[in-house]
């Protein structure tokens, strides 16, 4: 199914105009913590639509609120931030900056926030009250904290969330109870040898073959001393050591990042890791220093929200259209933060046209815009029956 035309006629008066945001977002990209030009953009248009407004909530993030001041209050957090990725799609209104790009569909999740804005500003009365979180700098894992930091989530009962899912189709969703993405973390490991002439290694502690052994040690140890039903991922993408050709490296600094689905096994892993890790050096005359850096915890997601929003998309969409999603995936999102005590979901938006849609991050990643539709009713009515639900349950305790 290809979701055409909205299902709710206000949709009709600003649709147009949305679009042409989104562009604009598109072709103005700003990089996590510098979304400036955004923030102010989205800042504007909610005080047009009669949000209460909060700038420079987490350094560049934006706070807004409607509905009344007492009762149940919902969240939905959208992220605003940008990639260093050179734009290739040749859209009309791609990217106007050289070297950054909107290669995750931030600027898709903006609008959706900002579409959804409308059409609960547009309604008599709300049962409970509001509250958007336009996020910075999701991208380095900072925005979160820094929003929570600042208050962003206190006093919220739930929080929803959404994502651009190039795997599905437009006019579809996916949806999954439980653990949605990957507790993650980053991983600097340096190795201290004895620097050496190139033709006499024996007389030297070649660092560049002890961090060989250090990569190839830790896969194989995940491989045989941790669980295979807890998968943990180990990746180094990023090398750096030596001088010249001819000198045995005395440093090699390797980083590179872990991916875990197990959250107790997670907090395990920084000592578990270290201590191999210098254990493997040690054994060939050299010495190591470990960093580990959390960025994201697992995102969890409430089955009772899920189950919630899950009912909302299929009278949206049709129970043909909302696919309930097996895997978890080892990607991070730092959602993850904000979960730290308030219950919430995030589902995932199809975005792919006819012809299929590029990865996330990638340059040539162009969404099907149709979706923009999808994504604000989808979180549309989740929120409205949220707010119907929980108001019964608030006057039945009163």
């Known amino acids: 199914m290809i979701f055409l035309k ?21 072709a103005h990209p700003e990089l996590s913590g510098n979304e400036h030009q955004t923030a102010a953009l989205v800042a504007g248009e909610l005080r047009k639509y009669g949000w209460r407004v909060q700038e420079a909530v987490g350094r560049t993030g934006v706070l807004a609120e409607l509905g009344p001041e007492s009762g149940p209050r919902v969240g ?21 900056q050289q ?26 009365k709300l049962s409970g009250s509001v509250r958007l979180l336009f996020q910075p700098a999701e991208e380095i894992a900072a925005g979160a904290r820094w929003m929570k930091s600042a208050g962003a989530t206190q006093g919220l ?3 929803f969330g959404v994502h651009v899912f190039p795997e599905l189709p437009v006019g579809t969703i996916g949806v999954k109870s439980g653990c949605l993405t990957a507790a993650a973390g980053e991983l600097e490991i340096q190795i201290f040898g004895e620097s050496g002439h190139g033709a006499r290694p024996h007389q030297s502690v070649d660092a560049i073959w002890v961090a060989s052994k250090v990569v190839s040690g830790l896969q194989e140890s995940i491989s045989r001393r941790l669980d295979a039903l807890h998968p ?10 030596g001088k010249a050709f001819n000198v045995i490296a005395d440093q090699v600094r390797l980083v590179g990042t872990v991916r875990c689905l197990d959250e107790s096994l997670h907090e395990k892993l920084p000592t578990w890791i270290e201590e191999l890790v210098k254990s493997i050096a040690s054994s060939f005359g050299a010495k190591a220093k470990v960093n580990y850096r959390c960025i994201a915890p697992i995102v969890y997601n409430d089955p009772g929200l899920t ?29 993850a933060e904000l979960l730290q005590g308030v219950p919430g979901t995030m589902f995932r938006l199809g975005v792919a046209g006819e012809n299929g849609c590029a990865p996330l991050h990638s340059g040539q990643f162009a969404l099907d815009e149709r979706s923009l539709v999808v994504g604000i009713e989808v979180v549309f009515e989740t929120l409205m029956e949220w707010l119907r639900v929980n108001s019964k349950v608030s006057k039945n305790e009163s």
């Open 99 to 124: 070297g950054l790009m909107h290669a995750c569909g931030h600027d898709l999740h903006t609008c959706i926030g900002l579409g959804v804005a409308r059409l609960l500003a547009a309604e008599d």
């Open 157 to 159: 009962d739930a929080l």
């Open 6 to 26: 909205p299902s709710n006629s206000r949709f009709n008066d600003f649709l147009t105009e949305l679009i042409a945001l989104r562009r604009h977002l598109h």
């Open 232 to 241: 943990v991922v180990i990746s180094f993408g990023r090398i750096e050591g």
């Open 307 to 335: 189950e919630l929003l899950e009912r909302c998309a299929f009278s949206v969409l049709g129970s043909e259209n909302v696919y309930r999603l097996d895997k978890p995936s080892l990607g991070a999102e730092d959602f």
């Open 76 to 96: 939905l957090r959208v992220d605003m931030d940008a990639l260093p990725v050179e734009e290739r799609t040749c859209l009309s209104y791609a990217s106007r």
